[in-house]
């Protein structure tokens, strides 16, 4: 690799790359991709071991602290997190606040920024208790946040964490059950929830990440950095393709499931149409998140016995993409969100929550890149430069001549 630091002192060059797209801002040891080979580990775990045998909880502790945990510290982290799941009673009337139909991310973002007024000790990133207890903070809470913003849209009473229950079961019963009657997850929900949050927990430094470590490169707090993370992924180029997605295959749908016309449409570039859930920046030969998303969605669906009309257009979709040219020469496959919506539909959510569970499953990565850049110190200010088009100097003209 260059280094542009060094080459800009010695010769005052500005590289441009829009869109960042050969540009490493920052040194990490957090999650490791290969595009070309469709790879991806965490701290040098393949992602198909952590997906097949581990758990979200320990896959987010060893993306923040580095190692697997131990037993011992696992039941630790549990611990500390299930004490800390309750929002303030406060923070609750927030919800009362927001409007009915309001997006389930513009609440999350809201309410996650809204911590930093709630926990004063958060401020300093350079303080070590601050920034363990925020982390289990934001942990504990991202997922009773979400349910809620979930049950104001159904206009449901927000009800209280049940701390005998592990991280994803307490979250399916914050959003699904009612009080007056008796809640149970089913067990292959759970299973697969933790799986897909498993899968979205990093990918290094994509537009949400990325957006994370520029908030904090300012010294921003975790909870400022985390909320600007949760707006940069909820557009529909990044965490908001799921909802792209289905909102994409119910459209086929309402137009008689006619997949080929559809894909002209994609290939004519008609109205800026996209195949939603197809191509990545990095990956260039397959996202092996979506083979195993694509495997789970098949399971999860015969399991619960919702087959899907919508799976058959998809597979349809990916299987006349596959052999078009269009696709194959531009390098665009299925990612991991082409399956997930699917997934998450038939596990009763609406397409408007689907880029909050991303965000519930992103939450550790973002953490874990927010620490590693504060514990650097060598990192600077996120501070890019540009290539000035406009007009050159000219001189004023007083506003009765012109
Ligand atoms: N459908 C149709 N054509 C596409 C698609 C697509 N999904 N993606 C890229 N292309 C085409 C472009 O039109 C362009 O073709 P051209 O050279 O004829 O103009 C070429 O492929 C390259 O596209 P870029 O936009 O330059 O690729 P980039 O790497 O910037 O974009 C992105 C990556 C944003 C993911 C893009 O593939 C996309 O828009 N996909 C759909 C949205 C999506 O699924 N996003 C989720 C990404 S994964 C995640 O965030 C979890």
Redesign the pocket.
């Known amino acids: 690799a260059i280094d542009i630091a060094k080459l800009r002192a010695e010769t005052g060059l500005v590289t441009y790359d829009g ?1 960042f797209v050969n540009t490493a801002a920052c040194k990490s040891a957090i999650t490791f991709i290969d595009g070309e080979e469709g790879i991806l580990r965490y701290r040098g775990y393949p992602i198909e071991q952590l997906a097949e045998q581990g758990s979200f909880l320990e896959t987010s502790y060893l993306l923040i602290y580095g190692e697997l945990p131990t037993p011992a510290q696992l039941d630790d982290f549990r611990e500390e997190i299930t004490k800390h799941t309750l929002l303030h009673e406060d923070v609750k009337r927030f919800y009362d606040g927001f409007p009915r139909d309001a997006h389930p991310m513009a609440m999350l973002s809201s309410v996650v920024s809204a911590l930093s007024t709630f926990y004063q000790d958060s401020h300093d990133p350079f303080d070590e208790r601050q920034v363990h207890i925020s982390t289990i903070r934001l942990l504990a809470k991202l997922p009773t946040i979400a349910a809620y913003a979930y049950k104001k849209s159904v206009g449901q009473a927000l009800l209280y964490p049940d701390n005998s229950l592990d991280y994803v079961q307490n979250f399916l019963r914050l959003a699904f059950a009612v009080p007056s009657e008796e809640y149970k997850a089913d067990p292959v929900v759970v299973s697969a929830l933790d799986k897909l949050l498993i899968l979205h927990a990093d ?1 290094e430094q ?1 537009c949400s990440t990325s957006t994370v470590r520029m908030v904090g490169s300012s010294h921003a707090n975790l909870f400022a950095s985390v909320s600007a993370g949760i707006s940069a992924l909820w557009g ?4 908001g ?1 799921n909802q ?1 997605v289905l909102e994409m295959l119910d459209g086929i749908k309402a137009d008689g499931g006619n997949v080929d016309a559809f894909v002209n449409k ?1 290939k004519n ?1 008609e109205d800026g149409v ?8 990095v990956y260039k030969n397959h996202d092996p998140r979506a083979t195993i998303i694509k495997k789970a969605a098949d399971d999860v669906l015969s399991r619960l016995g919702k087959r899907d009309e919508l799976l058959d257009i998809a597979l349809r979709l990916e299987e006349v993409a596959l052999s078009d040219d269009y696709f194959v020469s ?1 390098k ?1 496959y299925p ?3 082409f399956y997930t919506g699917l997934i998450y539909r038939a596990m009763g959510f609406p397409t408007s929550m689907f880029t909050v569970l991303f965000a519930l499953g992103r939450l550790p990565g973002w953490i874990a890149h927010w620490r590693e850049m504060i514990a650097d110190p060598s990192s600077k200010i996120g501070r890019p430069r540009q290539v000035y088009t406009g007009t050159p100097i000219r001189d004023y003209v007083p506003i009765g001549a012109r």
């Open positions: 869109g990918h994509n529909p180029l990044h965490g393709a792209s994609v570039k996209r195949l939603m859930g197809f191509g990545h920046r531009r665009l990612n991991v969100d």
